[in-house]
């Protein structure tokens, strides 16, 4: 069964099954291995975090108060073609999931936020670049 509705359940759902696929990613992969670590403990406080920062995003603003740019500007430098990976994962993830309408809603609030990290993170690559 797809979900319609979207619950602090259903984030969960989405955000350990989007990481399951991240870590199995050989490209995705190594970025976060080298930031967390291969230790499941060491995984916990991320997947809280990810947890709040998309209940804030979805349901209501306030759980998660830190700063990905900052998160994402402190990595070793990767390749900017990793978020169409990132998003394509998240997408696949997204649809299997929830039904239609949601999913779209998820994947619409991911690919603005990317949009927002890419600029803040190569702000000098040129558009055609990007
Ligand atoms: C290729 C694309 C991306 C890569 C390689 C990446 C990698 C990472 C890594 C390694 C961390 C952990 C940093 C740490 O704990 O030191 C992280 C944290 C995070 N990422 Fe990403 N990320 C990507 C795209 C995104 C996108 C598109 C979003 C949102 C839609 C996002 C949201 C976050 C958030 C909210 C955190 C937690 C920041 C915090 O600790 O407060 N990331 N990311």
């Known amino acids: 069964m797809r979900e319609d509705r979207i619950t602090e359940a259903s984030i969960r759902r989405l955000v350990d099954t ?6 199995a990613d050989s ?24 947890y709040d920062f998309w209940s804030s995003v ?35 993830t997204a ?6 309408e949601i999913a779209n809603h998820f994947v619409e609030k991911s690919k603005r936020i990317a949009e927002s990290l890419k600029l803040g993170l190569y702000p000098t690559l040129p558009k055609s670049e990007k």
């Open 18 to 23: 989007f990481y399951s696929k991240v870590r």
């Open 27 to 50: 490209t995705l992969n190594p970025i976060f291995s080298q930031a967390i670590g291969a230790d499941p403990k060491a995984w916990e406080p991320h997947m809280q975090k990810m």
């Open 58 to 92: 979805m349901i209501s603003g306030g759980r998660y108060q830190g700063n990905p740019l900052q998160k994402h500007r402190n990595l070793p430098t990767f390749d900017i073609k990793l978020f169409d990976r990132w998003l394509a994962l998240f997408e696949e």
């Open 95 to 100: 649809r299997q999931l929830h039904t239609e």
